[in-house]
């Protein structure tokens, strides 16, 4: 199934409003978008595959695969106009809530070495959960079919909890392969994230076999302090590199307040002291910029996008995107373009797509693949609309 979709190029007074909207500050001011920007680019959204709650997908380098994770534990492996098959192998998770299977990333040394990553949640004692990394051998010429071989955790949550939300578990390699980043949710406990003896509410940087990375900036930390990159995040959903090699996530902030982050090494930022949201039965919590000495966001969304994912794009089928974020927005329904200026963010546009958007990849030829997030969720090819399906 193609749907075109197409808006006309903004008059100068829908520019203008866009300026407004969302400018580039200065140095130090926070940006908040409180009202959607228009749709400048048109494009063409193909239909090419149906899952049940996928929440992951990665294109598998030097192949015409991708894989795909689907929450409630099974890992799918997809090429298009094949049928779509099931990867043996996977783990067992704590399906639930937010909690279930995550993400799936293959090693930086994937081509050689056929080794791929994956997060999930898995299950404690007494009812609690924490999400955990893992690393198997992905493969595709088993007997009886693709498979996972090997599988190991590397990575755990800590400490388990009871409850089913704010895991993250999102993984991302720096662009020389030689560190793992994953997002720690905190687990809709609130000050974990201000806790260096746990990894909850935190950006973290390891070495790929798991173990903290050398350098960080809480090495001399006992305990979880040796993992941690960033501290002061509450649940992030999206982590990236940027085309200059530097660290971007993206998370849901309260009621109100989502955020896109440049995250520093060593920096606070803010969680729960600030947030430009509210708690949700109403109370009040101190904006980002009643806090200078807390690193305050590139850019803040209030009403929420609820975001899924973020890529910067790097291809060329989109010329004016290159470098720019892409944000899924699963109640915004739709892609929030967004450029960035040193650690500052402008949205652009919004292209509505009419469905919660859980994530988003860059083929190899440019085109855009998303998944719409719950049961009966689409894998859907977005192009622009003059280069047809």
């Known amino acids: 199934m193609v749907v075109p979709m197409r808006m006309s190029v903004l008059s100068s007074l829908a520019a203008a409003c866009l300026a407004l909207a969302g400018c580039p500050a200065a140095a130090g001011d926070n940006v908040i978008v409180t009202s959607p920007t228009p749709q400048i680019t048109e494009v063409t959204v193909t239909d090419e595959a149906t899952f049940n709650e996928p929440w992951a997908m990665t294109f598998?380098?030097?192949?015409?695969y991708a894989l795909i994770t689907e929450k409630a534990g099974k890992l799918k492996l997809w090429r298009k106009d094949r049928p779509v098959r099931d990867v043996a192998g996977a783990p067992a998770v704590a399906y639930g809530g937010q909690g279930g299977f995550g993400d799936v990333v293959p090693a930086p040394d994937y081509r050689t070495s056929r080794m791929?990553?994956?997060?999930?949640?898995?299950?404690?004692?007494?009812?609690?959960?924490?999400?955990?990394?893992?690393?198997?051998?992905?493969?595709?010429?088993?007997?009886?079919?693709?498979?996972?071989?090997?599988?190991?955790?590397?990575?755990?949550?800590?400490?388990?909890?009871?409850?089913?939300?704010?895991?993250?578990?999102r993984i991302a390699f720096s662009p020389d392969g030689q560190y793992m980043f994953v997002s720690s949710g905190e687990r809709q406990r609130f000050t974990p994230a201000q806790?260096?003896?746990?990894?909850?509410?935190?950006?973290?940087?390891?070495?790929?076999?798991?173990?903290?990375?050398?350098?960080?900036?809480?090495?001399?930390?006992?305990?979880?302090?040796r993992q941690i990159w960033s501290y002061g995040h509450r649940n992030a959903l999206g982590?990236?590199?940027?085309?200059?090699?530097?660290?971007?996530?993206?998370?849901?902030g309260p009621k109100g307040g989502d955020e896109l982050n440049f995250v520093k090494p060593g920096?606070?930022?803010?969680?729960?002291?600030?947030?430009?949201?509210?708690?949700?039965?109403?109370?009040?919590?101190?904006?980002?910029?009643?806090?200078?000495?807390?690193?305050?966001?590139?850019?803040?969304w209030n009403p929420v996008i609820a975001p899924g994912d973020l890529i910067f794009y790097k291809g060329n089928l989109f010329p004016g995107w290159k470098g720019h974020a892409i944000c899924t927005g699963?109640?915004?329904?739709?892609?929030?373009?967004?450029?960035?200026s040193g650690e500052r963010g402008e949205e652009i546009e919004r292209i509505p797509l009419g469905s919660r958007i859980r994530e988003i990849k860059e083929a190899p030829d440019g085109s855009l693949y998303i998944l719409e997030d719950g049961s009966g969720g689409r894998l859907r090819r977005i192009v622009p609309a003059k280069a047809g399906s």
């Not at 997060?119 to 198997?136: K, L």
């Not at 982590?239 to 849901?252: N, P």
């Not at 699963?330 to 960035?340: H, N, Y």
Request: cysteine-free; proline content about 9%.
């Open 267 to 300: 920096k606070n930022y803010g969680w729960p002291l600030v947030s430009n949201g509210d708690n949700y039965d109403g109370t009040p919590i101190p904006r980002h910029a009643t806090r200078p000495d807390l690193e305050a966001p590139a850019i803040s």
């Open 60 to 64: 598998l380098p030097g192949s015409a």
């Open 195 to 225: 806790n260096l003896k746990v990894n909850l509410g935190k950006i973290l940087r390891l070495l790929p076999d798991g173990r903290p990375a050398p350098g960080n900036p809480f090495a001399d930390k006992p305990g979880a302090g």
């Open 116 to 169: 791929i990553y994956l997060s999930w949640v898995e299950a404690g004692i007494n009812d609690t959960r924490g999400a955990v990394v893992g690393r198997a051998k992905l493969d595709l010429a088993a007997a009886g079919g693709p498979r996972l071989v090997g599988l190991k955790v590397i990575w755990r949550q800590g400490p388990k909890l009871q409850g089913e939300g704010h895991f993250s578990h």
């Open 330 to 340: 699963m109640v915004a329904q739709a892609l929030v373009r967004v450029a960035t």
């Open 239 to 252: 982590l990236a590199f940027d085309t200059k090699g530097q660290l971007w996530d993206l998370e849901h």
